[in-house]
């Protein structure tokens, strides 16, 4: 499963809207297989805030684990804020470009 998360805007900041974004597409996540991979797509994404990745990709990575991509990470603010989201909360991104 790939998530765009330019559908939920190129300027992601603040953690309701992170946990807004998360419950919306929560449900969409209910037909990830066993075994398959979920990436997450960052094409398009100009801002992209701490805050607003900690509410959405940390309980991705508590359920999915080393199955949870990371793709199209080379935006400075992107980058960034993963690297802050790993170093803060102690898990490493798998990372695909």
């Not at 400075?76 to 102690?90: F, Y």
């Amino acid at each position: 499963m790939r998530i765009m998360i330019k559908k939920f805007g190129t300027t992601l900041t603040s953690r309701q809207f992170g946990k807004e974004a998360l419950m919306a597409f929560k449900p969409t996540l209910g037909v990830v297989k066993k075994n398959e991979i979920v990436e997450v797509d960052f094409s398009d994404v100009n801002t992209f805030s701490p805050s607003w990745g900690d509410e959405f990709l940390s309980p991705l990575v508590k359920e999915f684990g080393d199955r949870l991509a990371m793709k199209h990470t080379a935006n400075a603010s992107v980058k960034e804020t993963l690297d802050l989201l790993e170093e803060v909360n102690g898990y490493k991104f798998v990372r695909k470009g």
